[in-house]
């Protein structure tokens, strides 16, 4: 009996980045995720199979064995935390970075800042470190929108080409709190219990995600962990 791989890939950019670095390792979903309304996905391996879920769920899913494995932002990660988590492999897709953006008019703001963001975590922790009080505004979506209408002084979100901080009058404010791109999570048990199965797909992400960089090579770094060297 074959061991099933399940392996979670978060909806958007997640998914469009992954499944080009899958099929440079032979692995073709066998329903298109664009227009197929079903959660699990086939593939032409027997003993691999796709979920699709939320961007933030996909840890929890890895985490709980719901799935094997899983690809998640180091931001997300990073924000709700990846205890219970193997991160063999930087895929090195949906690269971003994390900053702090105010209004490009704002004022010197005295006393507590207010500061809207779904990086709570992170946010929290950051400025716990500068130790400077802090006032967060949980949102999911939309950050930009909160400095336009006076909810906060600041924002915390992800940034890529910074066209949507410049499209909203603010400017980022350097430096990142912290730079991310997609990592491959393995749940702990899988690791030993279908070792040989996910042993075979980190080397052959990890052999596609190499060429694409260049240079680096696939380095085993412990008994049971892989990891892409710059060395
Ligand atoms: O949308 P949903 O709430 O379901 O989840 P999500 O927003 O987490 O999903 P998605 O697909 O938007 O992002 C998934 C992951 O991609 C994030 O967790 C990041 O790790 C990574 N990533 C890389 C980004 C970006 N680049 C990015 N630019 N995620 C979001 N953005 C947003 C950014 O906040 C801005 O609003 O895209 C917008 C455009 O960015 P600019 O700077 O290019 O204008
Ligand atoms: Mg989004």
Aim: aromatic share 4%; net charge positive.
């Amino acid at each position: 009996m074959p061991q099933i791989l399940t392996l979670a890939l978060a909806k958007g950019r997640i998914l469009d980045e992954t499944l080009p670095l899958l099929a440079a390792a032979g692995i073709h979903p066998s329903i298109d995720p664009d227009t197929s309304r079903q959660l699990i996905l086939p593939t032409n391996h027997r003993e691999i199979r796709l979920v699709v879920v939320r961007s933030s769920d996909v840890s929890t899913y890895v985490q709980y064995g719901g799935a094997d494995l899983g690809v998640a932002g180091k931001d997300v990660l990073l924000e709700h935390g990846g205890e219970g988590l193997y991160e063999p492999l930087d895929l090195h897709i949906a690269r971003c970075r994390l900053m702090l953006a105010k209004r490009i008019d704002a004022d010197k703001i005295h006393g507590r800042l207010r500061i809207a963001t779904k990086y709570a975590n992170i946010t929290r922790r950051y400025f716990a470190t500068q130790g400077r009080q802090v006032e967060i505004i949980k949102l999911y979506g939309s950050m930009e929108l909160a400095p336009l209408v006076g909810l906060a002084d600041y924002i915390v979100d992800v940034v890529d080409t910074g066209n949507t901080l410049r499209a909203n009058g603010l400017v980022p404010i350097e430096p990142p709190l912290a730079h991310s791109s997609a990592r491959l999570v393995i749940n702990r048990a899988a690791m030993k219990m279908k070792h040989a199965p996910i042993k075979a797909l980190v080397h052959g992400l990890g052999k596609v995600v190499a060429a694409r960089q260049g240079q680096p090579q696939l380095q085993r770094t412990s008994q049971q962990s892989w990891s892409i060297s710059d060395a």
